[in-house]
């Protein structure tokens, strides 16, 4: 008998081989860091900040990966919602000091927005021992500590970047009570759904024995671009027609190029594909 042949394996569709979990935990959190304190960030345009917060949002979904992969099931809304959560109370504390900050020592106040996503870390860290000691909930998760702190730095990175694409700053007077037409405050459960959205549903749906971080993760950026569409209709009311129409431009571009790509992936790599007639499928 010959042998048998073995179908060539495939290269995956962006398998993020370089940019590992660490990789791009450092990635986004220098980017993230960059973008928020450049003078509350007044000084970059809004395309500039959706960038940033994809980014962002994208290493969110990542340590999402990473600490909802050992069988929690339905725990990945969950642990999404948390991160957002984390995030809210994190980038609140951050504005208020950074804005108090700016207010009594000038722009070097400026990196007291930072005092929010280190809080968050230590309460995000603090928060994974309590999870996996048996004295507490127990659960044993690996890494769920590193999990938690990345979750909490993410979730409060993405809301201050947020808050300033709308407001075009994150000083918190402005955050809160906007000259513009609308401010984050009212827009904020929205911002809320979107960053945890990003976060939590690449896992949720990619779920399963076959589950691969790359195509899971083309998710993320996908989701990242309809947060910019959206956050792009809100500014054109904000800051105007220039700053959101670019940011929307972005989100589009973003959206169909990392739909098409995570449609491809996911047709590549599954065992067969039934065609319903909403999605085009391959061959014949």
């Known amino acids: ?16 081989d370089y940019f590992n979990e660490t990789r791009l935990g450092v990635l986004a959190l220098v980017v993230g860091v960059i973008i928020a304190i450049v003078p509350f960030s007044a000084s970059l345009p809004a395309v500039v900040k959706g960038i940033g917060a994809m980014v962002v949002i994208l290493w969110g979904a990542d340590s999402v990966r990473k ?17 957002v959560g984390f995030g809210l109370v994190g980038a609140t ?18 990196l007291g927005v930072l005092a929010g996503v280190a809080l968050m870390a230590v309460v995000g860290y603090v928060t994974g021992v309590l999870a996996n000691s048996d004295k507490f909930i127990g ?10 702190a ?14 300033s694409i709308v407001a075009g700053t994150w000083h918190l007077d402005d955050v809160i009570v906007s000259d513009n037409s609308i401010s984050p405050v009212a827009f904020i459960a929205v911002i809320f759904i979107m960053v ?13 024995a076959d589950e691969r971080r790359g195509r899971t993760l083309l998710m993320a950026i996908e989701i990242g671009g309809i947060n910019c569409v959206i956050l792009g209709v809100v500014t054109v009311m904000s800051l105007g027609v220039v700053q959101g129409a670019l940011l929307i431009m972005l989100g589009a571009i973003v959206w169909v190029i990392f739909y098409r790509a995570y449609v491809k992936a996911c047709l590549e790599e599954s065992y067969e594909v039934v065609g319903t007639g909403l999605i085009k499928t391959l061959g014949g």
């Not at 600490?67 to 991160?83: D, R």
């Not at 504390?93 to 400026?110: H, L």
């Not at 659960?139 to 938690?148: D, F, N, T």
């Open 1 to 16: 008998m010959g042998k048998e042949e073995k179908k060539p394996k495939e290269k995956p569709t962006l398998s993020f």
């Open 67 to 83: 600490t909802a992969g050992h069988g929690l099931g339905t725990g990945v809304p969950s642990i999404g919602v948390l991160a």
């Open 93 to 110: 504390t951050g504005m208020a000091i950074g804005s108090a900050a700016y207010d009594k020592v000038g722009p070097i106040g400026i």
């Open 139 to 148: 659960m044993k998760i690996p890494g769920l500590e590193r999990g938690m």
């Open 150 to 163: 990345e979750l909490a730095m993410a979730g409060t990175l993405a809301i201050i970047l947020e808050c």
């Open 196 to 208: 945890g959205f990003g976060m939590l549903q690449p896992l949720n749906s990619s779920m399963g």
